[in-house]
């Protein structure tokens, strides 16, 4: 087998999305474009990839780092022209290189893979990745002679009115001799509609010269989808989040509407879970097995055992563990861990604190900045009062104890094992073993207070 190299054309600006983020950057079901291209790319194992960048280069090499070779297009003057600036790395070995661009995120390994394998059968100088688009405008065109040989390729801006109504496209994915490639890319000219050097010219020079042309057509359009705008990333997104879905359902995951069910491509979910429509999962979460997403849910880097159930609630950089449940309507901020068989309630919301195995929050309850050992029982609308205006404290509950409602504990506060604050108190000291703590103001009744009111002997208040 020859060697394998991959260019990812990455450098362009993405006029047509009125963006100011770059458009490879733009992310679908959760992951950059060009992350995609590249994440495909690399499952094939080529000897070298090498990623065009220019706009925005420093962030997509902070986003992509060390998983490929750059090279830095200063100026766009096109594909041809971006490929070209990978010749100081390229330019003199031998092989074969598969360019793609970063803009087609829904392209499988599978399919760069099989079209590295055509090229190399058919012996071809070069081998285009075409499909059949229903509504090609926007495409580069594949015209064919009356043998049905390729031709050339004329794009969307160059072609003649006859040539628009040409179906076969040019995917932007294509496959060269490389040494070929570089041969034929110096004799590219930007004589066209758009003053760019275009990539798949080479193809009509490669023609012009007697070299063998292969087309390579995929039966499905939905993967070379290309990226322009904004209609076009929606519709990838639709199709990725449809490929995701189908996936975890073929995993043994119950997705009730998969329509309305949305699982960034990195999130792991276990079998037997079931996910109620119109829940979103986002980033690096992973859920378990047997567990319940209600509608509504929002999930994004997080944790989730197995055994879990969330009912319409939100969810970030957080721990559930085994058989815990929350919800309705609950959220859990970054660093709330969530103990084994532990309930969390409806409107209660818990930052950076540690709920033991078992404990139960059940209700209209904040807890920031606290650790709560096991079996507790934390009563209706407690406050853990965490900030004095500047700084923020800590306080640690023990194992077994009772925390009435409506309490407030003004951090910190060390509440030992074993003890109780009474209902209603504001707790500003520690609470020692077996103690109850009981923080308010003793009841008084006014006796007779009625009759002291200026209106009580009026007709209306008997
Ligand atoms: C390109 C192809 C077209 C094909 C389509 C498939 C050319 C001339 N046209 O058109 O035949 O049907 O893709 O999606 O190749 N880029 C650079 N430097 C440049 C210009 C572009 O790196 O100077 C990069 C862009 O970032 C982008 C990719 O190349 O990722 C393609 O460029 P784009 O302008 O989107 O080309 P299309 O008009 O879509
Ligand atoms: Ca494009």
Known sequence: MSNR??????????????????????PVAGKAMVDHVLTQVEKVQPDLIETVIGNGAE?????????????????????????????????????????ATGDTPLFTADTFEKLFDFHE?????????TAHADNPFGYGRIVRNANGDVEKIVE?????????????????????????????LHKVNNDNAQGEYYLPDVISLLK?????????????????????????????????????NEAHMRDGV???????????????????????????????????????????????DSEIQDNVEVISSTIESAVMHKGSNIGPN?????????????????????????????????????????????DINVGCGVVFVNY???????????????????????????????SFIAAGSTITKDIPKHAMAIARERQTNKEDFWNRLPLSNSEDWK
């Open 330 to 374: 609950s959220h859990l901020r970054p660093k709330a861990e969530i103990g084994r068989d532990v309930h969390i309630g409806n409107f209660c919301e818990i930052k950076n604190a540690k709920i033991g195995d078992r404990t139960k929050v059940g209700h209209l309850t904040y807890v920031g900045d606290a650790t709560l050992g096991t």
């Open 121 to 129: 059968k058919e012996g071809a100088a070069a081998t285009i990745l």
């Open 59 to 99: 962030k997509v090499k902070a986003l992509l780092g060390d998983r490929t070779k750059y090279a830095l297009q200063t100026e766009q003057l096109g594909t041809g022209h971006a490929v070209l600036q990978t010749e100081d790395v390229l330019g003199d070995k031998d092989g074969i290189t598969l360019v």
């Open 388 to 418: 004095d205006g500047v700084k923020k404290w800590h306080s640690n509950i023990g194992d077994h104890s009772f925390i009435g409602s409506n309490s407030n504990i003004v951090a910190p506060v060390e509440m030992a094992d074993h």
């Open 254 to 300: 119950t997705i009730v509407d998969s329509d309305n069910t949305y699982i960034d491509v990195d999130v792991e979910i276990g079998n037997d879970t079931v996910i109620e429509p119109n829940v979103k999962i986002f980033g690096k979460t992973s859920i378990g097995s047997e567990c319940v997403i209600g509608s509504g849910s929002r999930i994004s």
């Open 5 to 26: 190299y991959v260019i990812i054309l990455a450098a362009g600006k993405g006029t047509r999305m009125k963006s100011r983020l770059y458009k490879v950057l733009h």
């Open 156 to 184: 969307q801006k160059d072609a003649s009115r006859s040539e628009q109504e040409i179906q076969e496209i040019n995917t932007g994915v294509l496959c060269f001799d490389n040494k070929l490639l570089f041969e034929e």
């Open 208 to 244: 012009e010269e007697g070299k063998k042309v292969s087309a390579y057509q995929m039966a499905d359009l939905s993967e070379s989808l290309g990226v322009n705008d904004r209609v076009a990333l929606s519709q990838a997104e639709k199709i990725m989040q449809r490929r995701i």
